[in-house]
């Protein structure tokens, strides 16, 4: 074998890679520990970037497409690089193909309650969980923050890293979004909605991700609360309590009858009742003296 075939062999030519996964974020192009041929063609598929990495920092970034690795497109790897005018010789840099298609359905949970704020209950504690749906956005900040140099980045081992900071941006959004717990418990698939506005920039910001839809399933409160939640609903559905018992009364006196007397009675003695809190709090409001002169 010639010299000119053995160093032929050692560079590369063509960079793609074609993901049969269906569960893969990043994928580490291996090089092999070969350099990159000048004029090599990198191939980027649809739902695909590749974001190139020099010496650790992040360099030039390719959308779908066939591209001619030349000075012109990788402006920034070349000056990394410091060729100010155009390379000629092979060159090493990390390739990092991102899976930029939706993935849908990830799931996410509490593991122990977290803590929220509450007007009519004070501290409460609350667990919640559901779903969200996904895509990559900024590469750099993705491979940086989330998926590390790993050769092969998947979506459980994206669950497992995401779990806790899904969990983290949710309690925040929630705090900022000073939700009462009545509505946090009662109304969560449209609270979801509203939280996605404040959940999606700050996964942008942290993660490079954008969450597309973020989906509460199941909110639960302490049994205590809960039951709380129970009786204010239960006092909020009979409304007016002075209005019920007139109403009662007037549905019993238009029935007539024999039966009204009876019909009438609970209704005639809360209004008694009610009649005689009024008086007590008359007289006690009443000025010294002048209980009893007529």
């Known amino acids: 074998m010639s010299l000119l075939n053995i160093i032929t062999k050692q560079l590369i030519e063509v960079i793609e890679w074609t993901d049969d996964s269906r569960d893969t974020l990043s994928y580490r192009w291996p090089d092999e520990d070969k350099e990159i041929k000048n004029g090599a063609q990198l191939i980027v598929r649809e739902s695909q970037q590749v ?23 990788i402006p920034i790897l070349s000056t990394l690089q410091g060729w100010k005018y155009g390379f000629q010789s092979p060159f090493k840099c990390d390739v990092y193909y991102l899976n930029t298609r939706l993935f849908t359905g990830n799931k996410w949970g509490t593991a122990n309650p977290v803590m929220m704020r509450d007007k009519d209950f004070g501290v409460v504690r609350i667990r919640a969980f559901g779903s969200y749906d996904f895509r ?58 509203a939280l996605l506005q404040l959940i999606n920039p700050a996964m942008r910001e942290k993660y490079g991700l954008e969450i597309s839809s973020f989906i509460l399933e199941n909110v639960s409160v302490p049994p205590e609360v809960e039951q709380a939640i129970d009786k204010r609903s239960s006092m909020g559905a009979i409304g007016n309590l002075n209005d019920y018992v007139k109403y009662q009364m007037g549905q019993a006196m238009a029935a007539g009858g024999e039966g009204s007397a009876a019909a009438t009675m609970p209704a005639t003695m809360a209004m008694g009742f009610g009649m005689a809190q009024e008086m007590m709090r008359s007289m006690q409001s009443a000025p010294a003296g002048t209980a009893g002169v007529g």
């Open 51 to 73: 974001q190139f990495v020099s010496a650790g920092q992040f360099a030039d970034l390719f959308q779908p497409g066939k591209h001619t690795l030349s000075t012109q497109n």
């Open 136 to 193: 990559i956005v900024e590469a750099p900040k993705f491979l940086k923050e989330v998926a590390g140099t790993d050769q092969n980045f998947r979506l459980d081992e994206f669950a497992d890293t995401m779990r806790s900071r899904i969990v983290s941006v949710f309690t925040e959004a929630l705090a900022k979004a000073q939700v009462p717990v009545l509505d946090v418990a009662t109304r969560y698939s449209d609270l979801g909605d």
